[in-house]
C-alpha cells in the first residue's frame, strides 16, 4: 500500500492491524553515458512498491537525494550532506512513530545513506522501543544474480551489467544503449593497492577505506561493462529480488526486540 495513494482512514484500517512501514531512500547521481541520473531513485521506488504490494505492507514515498559527494564531478548529480539525510529521515520517521508505526524497514539502493539510517532506527529503538531494519537493494541483486553475468570485471559495479539490465527491462526510457561501453581498468592510488570503490580499496587477503572520488579512478565514471546487458536477464534478476525482499519485509514485520536478563 502506498501510502501517498490512499486517505487517512485506509491509513489508519491499516495500522490497526499492522505497524510496519517500507521506507524506501534514492539516490539522484550520474551513471555514465548510457543510464539517466534518475536511475537508482527510479529502481529503488518501484521496487519498494512492489515489496510493499507483494507483502501487504505500507510504503511511503521515496526519499530522493541522497549523499552523493563521490559523483559531484558529473553534471545532475544531486548530493546533501548525511546530517541532512539523518535529520531528514529522523523528523519523517518521528511523524509515523507518532501515528502508531512501530517497524521501519527501509529500503536502500545508495551507500551514502548506510550511516544515517543505522542512526535513524537506533533512536527509533530507544525512543518508541521501535524495530529499525534495513535492506540493501543491490547486494540482493548481487547474490541473486551471481554466476549469471558475461561481464567478467566488476559485473555489478556502478552502472555496470547488472543495473544497465535491470534499468532495460523496468525503465527501458532511462537508457541509452548506443552510448553505452566498457569502462578502463581502475587507477590504483599506489603500488600494491587496488582500488575497487569510491570507499574501498584491497591490500593482499583484506582491505582498507580511501575516501576517493569516482573520477579519481574511473575516466568516465563507471566500473565493468555495460554492453553485455539485457532485459531479459534484467526482467530475472528483477523478480528474484523482488520475491526475496518481500520475504524478508514480511519476516521482518514480525520481530520484537527483548531485553537479555542479567
Request: aromatic share 10%; net charge negative.
Amino acid at each position: 500500500m502506498r501510502t501517498d495513494l490512499h486517505t487517512y482512514d485506509d491509513i489508519s484500517a491499516y495500522l490497526s492491524e499492522r505497524d510496519t512501514v517500507l521506507i524506501p531512500v534514492g539516490a539522484v547521481e550520474q551513471y555514465g553515458a548510457h543510464l539517466a541520473t534518475g536511475t537508482e531513485l527510479r529502481i529503488c521506488e518501484e521496487i519498494a512498491t512492489e515489496v510493499g504490494e507483494r507483502a501487504g505492507l505500507a510504503v511511503t514515498p521515496i526519499v530522493p537525494v541522497n549523499y552523493s559527494a563521490m559523483f559531484l564531478d558529473y553534471a545532475g548529480t544531486l548530493s546533501v550532506e548525511m546530517e541532512t539525510v539523518e535529520r531528514y529521515l529522523k523528523e519523517m520517521c518521528d511523524a509515523l512513530a507518532g501515528q502508531g508505526f512501530r517497524h521501519f524497514f527501509f529500503i536502500n539502493i545508495h551507500a551514502g545513506s548506510l550511516g544515517p539510517i543505522e542512526s535513524v532506527c537506533r533512536h527509533l529503538r530507544r525512543k518508541y522501543g521501535a524495530v529499525g531494519g534495513l535492506i540493501d537493494v543491490f547486494s540482493i541483486m548481487r547474490d541473486v544474480s551471481a554466476g549469471q553475468f558475461v561481464t567478467k570485471s566488476a559485473p555489478s559495479g556502478h552502472a555496470s551489467e547488472m543495473v544497465t539490465s535491470v534499468a532495460l527491462a523496468k525503465f527501458p526510457h532511462l537508457v541509452f544503449m548506443d552510448r553505452a561501453k566498457a569502462a578502463g581498468p581502475l587507477r590504483a592510488f599506489t603500488d600494491g593497492v587496488n582500488t575497487v570503490s569510491s570507499g574501498k580499496v584491497t591490500l593482499g587477503k583484506s582491505s582498507f577505506s580511501v575516501f576517493s572520488d569516482i573520477s579519481d579512478y574511473a575516466e568516465i565514471g563507471t566500473q565493468g561493462d555495460p554492453t553485455h546487458a539485457t532485459a531479459e536477464l534484467g526482467q530475472e534478476i528483477w523478480e528474484r529480488t523482488v520475491t526475496y525482499m518481500a520475504e524478508a519485509a514480511s519476516r521482518f514485520s514480525t520481530m520484537s526486540f527483548a531485553k537479555a536478563e542479567a
